[in-house]
């Protein structure tokens, strides 16, 4: 960002205004469900929408105004993670059902990320991470996901 000029503006939650507040949790909310659905449908191919095929065509809707207006910022860059773990009893439960044919399920971590315009609203930017493997509770493993998260970003 550095090269291009660019400049990061952290989030920071607005103090006592709570319709702002509000405002934001929604929108982060909303991020949260297109991102999903853009996994679904984008990327498990029994499930490409007809109207999307060839094009890449997902937004959050004009309610992301409201950031521009208050941060002054063109784009956001917004990022979900998710991570669960295997507790070693559940390991040890995973390789006796497997023992068994049975299988069950570790942990794994789920994430996307979207630049999304704030003039219109469209996500001009989206990546994925799914892994089955890694726990962002280190700080390499986080660093690792989110590099992974963030690459071929154009910013």
């Known amino acids: 960002m550095q090269r291009t000029g660019d400049k990061l503006i952290p989030h920071q939650p607005p103090v006592n205004v709570p319709e702002r507040t509000h405002t934001q949790e929604q929108i982060l909310k ?3 469900v297109v991102g999903q659905t853009v996994l679904i449908h ?9 109207t999307k ?3 890449f065509d ?6 992301v105004k409201s950031l521009k207006e208050n941060t002054g910022a063109d784009y956001a860059l917004f990022v979900y993670l998710r991570d669960s773990y295997t507790s070693p ?3 040890a439960l995973i390789v006796a059902a497997a023992i068994l044919g049975v299988g069950i399920q570790g942990g794994v971590q789920l994430g996307f990320a979207s630049l999304v315009d704030l003039q219109t609203g469209q996500i001009v930017w989206f990546n994925r991470l799914m892994s089955g493997v890694g726990d962002l509770r280190t700080p390499e493993a986080a660093e690792k996901a989110i590099q992974e998260l963030l690459a071929n970003n154009p910013l």
């Open 30 to 32: 909303l991020h949260e």
């Open 42 to 50: 984008k990327y498990i191919p029994i499930y490409d929408l007809p």
């Open 89 to 91: 009893g559940r390991a």
């Open 53 to 55: 095929q060839g094009c």
């Open 58 to 63: 997902w937004g959050l809707g004009e309610c």
